[in-house]
């Protein structure tokens, strides 16, 4: 695994929160930080979410680009469709994965990068 320093890895800390309260905030749900540095060379963390219907897949990703944008990050690129049930938002070193439940379920990343460390998230709980 990639060895990081400890402002490499605060900074990476940093930016899936970033990610995770901006979904959070638009009621996304089974939000998930994964490190996969060292285990992939497309990214050094996913953020995986759920949400209920293809409205709120829209709003998800609009909050996610425009949270990053104002924290000075930018989008390299999306694939998906709001209509497939499946968008990814790419920022670099952090890829979101925004699912509809049976895509999340089809996909399977939770099992998939299941060995990979899980980053502990600060979002409210409670919603």
């Not at 829209?58 to 930018?74: C, F, L, P, S």
């Not at 709001?82 to 979101?96: K, N, P, S, Y």
Request: aromatic fraction near 8%; hydrophobic fraction near 45%.
């Amino acid at each position: 695994m990639k060895s990081t320093t400890p402002s490499e890895h605060e900074y990476l800390r940093n930016k899936v929160q970033c990610v995770a309260a901006a979904a959070a905030g638009k009621k996304a749900r089974d939000i998930k930080g994964i490190l996969v540095a060292g285990l992939t060379l497309i990214a050094d963390a996913f953020v995986l979410c759920t949400v209920n219907s293809e409205p709120q897949l829209k709003a998800v990703t609009n909050a996610t680009r425009e949270a990053m944008r104002d924290a000075g990050y930018a989008v390299r690129c999306m694939e998906g469709d709001h209509r497939c049930g499946w968008m990814v938002v790419d920022f670099g070193d952090v890829i979101l994965h925004i699912f509809r439940d049976q895509a999340r379920v089809f996909y399977d990343l939770d099992r998939m990068w299941g060995d990979a460390p899980e980053i502990r998230l600060n979002l409210d709980e409670t919603r």
